[in-house]
């Protein structure tokens, strides 16, 4: 009874909120206009500082613009023949970069995933530790970690103390070593984990508990409850940190730009695409050649970014999905 | 009335906009702006002339930024790109071609001839240092050249005697290895794969790098060059020379802790206007000896007095006629140059020269002495590396030829054509 008498009310109401039709649409237009206005300082910004450069620099693909001089020929398509045939440093720089991004992700994600875990539970102080472990995100794409990093892994750094402690007789030179020198910007990616642990905890949360207890009574193992409820549940936000993180690794710069010195050092093992894209336009001048491999990285990101979303189907769950 | 609003909204905008950008323009100084690289050193003593010079001319207002070597570089390219680079730029003799052929810089030969800039008491190969396609792009601030500095204390505690004034590279490795041997330190942790010092081993044996108009590659014979890498890698191998996995640390302390100051090299190769910072690093009781690079066996001299920097005047520049005044004053004014104190090499002007010889310090005069005993054998300048070069040198010399040798990974005499190859097609590039 109650809720006939509410949906007559309602009926009722209806006429009076379209009444005035065309006094709405131009509030509705007068706030889309005070909306803009509020954003403007972004859009403005965007708009000069990111769209124009974007579209200048696809021009620039096509020129062999000199960064020095700012003056530039078009060249058709000489910069991506360049590329992919005769520059062998170019194939080095890919070839770092891939490696850095297949044991970067995974590691970065794992970890995150497994302190999440740990700081899911109810325990005293968590609050603090979820802080703790987020700091070296915050701080971590700064110089100042960089050069901790370097003194960590220096030939009388922490590392090898520690190691020689436990028997080592001869210090490893962590960063001179062509074998060595990526694993330390490698770690050093994994040891950032904060951002990705945030977002696992909060998908860590949205699971019901019922779930778990349910399993309990049905005497599911730790193990099993991970991979059977944990795991299959949080699969919508794996997936979203694979992506984002996946993208970040390509274009990582800061850290190796400090810890191995920018230039790739030693033998190409650290150039990563975006040290040698940098070197290219500011040390060798070739902005023309530089534009044209940015937009080569945008265009594999963007395939490799749809082949996950493809893949994504066979393997993310969305409780929504269901029914 | 919803239109008022907007317009109320747009206007404040706008004046708020006008408020902000509305500068006080009504300054009756004249601004001049200068940039330069350097240690902390070099900044103390450029700004206190820079105070000097602005107490003469009140109605000059010098502006200046400073940055260490590679933070330079890369600030003024970007600048450069803008084009934005400050009125006075300090140039080196390796990019002097690179900027002047893109004409970011302008000549100064007519600053000269009206006596703007007072060149009457530098020498006419000093001048000419400065020159770009027959035009003067740079003044040099001060003349400089490779050192290699003996750490006698160490020779000695070796038993090793200090080598003649024309030492070979092979008397070089004879006496690494014997330092080595006897001491279980480095001969030396860093230099001979310098690209520097690679091309002065090509001007021992009386050839360059270069061709004369810079359009290729100019070895004519590769014997020595293959040979001194060889020579290198062979050191590094039995541990004489600091290998390249040890590079990193050789190189990340910078020059107070630097090996020679740290005692685990015996010789350290730099150049001589760096000299005054590393002997403030390593102290009094220090005896180090300075000798010029080691030449090819039956050369000349390897060494050659090369202007250690320059001031340049930038394209673009609105204040040339205060810029030649600030030039002048840095070269030929005896107060500025007590402060700069032959900081960037020993000064061009040989009244200035005369001036500080009776007032320097004992390390300053052995610079002096270097400097002039270098000129008495020194093989002429070589022409400033063409455009191309730093490309060469950061695409193609170091990590694909130099870099894997010295690893091991590729036979010298193998990789030398790929080198001679790729760098050709750079330089003919450049050319263009």
Same mark, same amino acid.
């Given at each position: ?66 960064? *020095? ?37 995974? $590691? ?59 028997? $080592? ?28 642990? *945030?977002?696992?905890?909060?998908? *860590? ?119 | 009335? &919803? ?42 003593? #450029? ?24 933070? =330079? ?7 450069? !790109? ?14 002097? #071609? ?101 091309? %002065? ?49 050789? %190189? ?16 350290? =190769? ?10 403030? !690093? ?8 300075? =000798?010029?690079?080691?030449?090819? !066996? ?7 007095? &090369?202007?250690?920097?320059?001031? %340049? ?56 002495? =270097? ?59 450049? !050319?263009?």
């Amino acid at each position: 009874m109650a809720n006939t008498t509410l949906s007559t009310s309602e009926t009722v109401e209806k006429p009076k909120s379209t009444a005035k039709p065309r006094k709405k649409n131009r509030d509705f237009k007068m706030n889309n206009l005070a909306g803009y206005l509020f954003i403007s300082p972004w859009l403005i910004a965007f708009l000069l500082f990111t769209m124009v450069p974007m579209i200048i620099s696809a021009g620039l693909a096509f020129t062999d613009f000199d960064t *020095l001089s700012n003056r530039g020929n078009f060249i058709g398509l000489d910069n991506f023949t360049r590329m992919f045939s005769e520059d062998p440093r170019y194939w080095r720089s890919v070839n770092a970069t891939i490696k850095y991004v297949i044991f970067s992700v995974p $590691l970065r994600l794992s970890a995150a995933l497994f302190i999440a875990m740990l700081l899911n539970t109810p325990r005293r102080g968590v609050y603090f530790y979820r802080a703790a472990y987020y700091i070296p995100s915050m701080i971590g794409g700064s110089v100042a970690v960089a050069v901790m990093w370097r003194q960590l892994f220096g030939t009388e750094g922490l590392v090898n103390a520690f190691l020689m402690i436990l028997g $080592l007789d001869q210090p490893i030179r962590w960063l001179g070593n062509p074998d060595t020198a990526i694993w330390t910007l490698i770690i050093l990616a994994a040891w950032q984990f904060g951002s990705p642990m *945030l977002i696992f905890l909060a998908g *860590l949360r949205q699971i019901p508990q019922e779930f778990y207890e349910a399993a309990e009574i049905d005497g599911a193992s730790a193990i099993r409850k991970f991979t059977r409820i944990t795991l299959p549940l949080l699969t919508p936000i794996i997936f979203f940190n694979v992506i984002i993180q996946m993208i970040g690794a390509f274009r990582t710069f800061t850290q190796a730009f400090i810890v191995t010195g920018g230039r790739g050092a030693p033998l190409d093992t650290t150039l990563f695409y975006a040290i040698y894209l940098y070197n290219r336009a500011f040390n060798s001048f070739q902005m023309g050649y530089a534009a044209s491999m940015a937009w080569v990285l945008l265009f594999v990101i963007a395939i490799l970014t749809a082949i996950n979303f493809k893949l994504s189907s066979r393997w993310v769950y969305y409780e929504t999905d269901v029914e | 009335m &919803k239109n008022s609003k907007i317009v109320i909204l747009i206007t404040t905008m706008i004046s708020l906009l006008l408020l902000f950008s509305v500068n006080v323009m009504a300054q009756d100084q004249v601004e001049l702006t200068i940039t330069w690289w350097g240690s902390q050193n070099r900044h103390d003593r #450029t700004i206190e002339v820079i105070e000097q010079f602005e107490a003469e001319h009140p109605e000059i207002d010098v502006v200046f930024e400073f940055s260490g070597w590679a933070d =330079y570089w890369t600030r003024v390219n970007t600048q450069a !790109a803008g084009g934005n680079v400050a009125c006075i730029m300090q140039q080196d003799y390796a990019f002097l #071609t690179e900027w002047a052929s893109r004409d970011l810089l302008l000549p100064m030969d007519d600053l000269f001839a009206s006596g703007a800039v007072d060149v009457s008491n530098v020498s006419e190969s000093i001048l000419n240092s400065g020159m770009v396609n027959g035009e003067t792009y740079g003044l040099s601030l001060g003349t400089n050249s490779q050192v290699y500095i003996l750490d006698a204390d160490a020779f000695e505690a070796a038993g090793v005697e200090l080598p003649a004034w024309d030492w070979t590279w092979e008397d070089f490795e004879t006496i690494s290895t014997q330092i080595h041997d006897a001491l279980g330190i480095w001969s030396i942790a860093y230099g001979p794969w310098d690209d520097a010092n690679m091309k %002065s081993v090509l001007l021992s044996d009386g050839q360059w790098l270069f061709t004369d108009d810079g359009t290729a590659i100019g070895i004519e014979d590769s014997t020595v060059w293959i040979d001194h890498l060889n020579r290198i890698h062979r050191l590094m191998e039995s541990g004489a020379i600091a290998s390249m996995e040890e590079q990193a640390d050789v %190189s990340a302390p910078g020059l107070e802790g630097s090996p020679i100051v740290e005692g685990t090299e015996a010789i350290r =190769y730099q150049w001589s206007n760096q000299l005054v910072a590393l002997y403030t !690093a390593a102290g009094e009781d220090r005896n180090f000896v300075l =000798y010029p690079l080691p030449r090819v !066996a039956g050369g000349q001299s390897a060494n050659y007095l &090369k202007p250690s920097m320059f001031f %340049s005047i930038t394209e673009g520049c609105e204040t040339v006629e205060e810029a030649a005044m600030f030039i002048d004053y840095f070269t030929n004014s005896l107060e500025a140059n007590d402060v700069l104190f032959a900081e960037r090499g020993v000064p061009v002007s040989s009244v200035v020269q005369a001036h500080l010889a009776e007032s320097v310090d004992a390390v300053t005069a052995s610079i002096f002495e =270097y400097i002039a005993q270098v000129g008495e054998s020194a093989s002429p300048v070589p022409p400033p590396d063409p455009a191309g070069w730093s490309d060469i040198n950061t695409n193609i010399l170091y990590p694909q030829y130099v870099e894997p040798v010295l690893f091991g990974m590729l036979d010298a005499a193998d990789g030398f054509d790929f080198f001679v190859e790729e760098s050709d097609l750079i330089l003919a590039q450049n !050319a263009q």
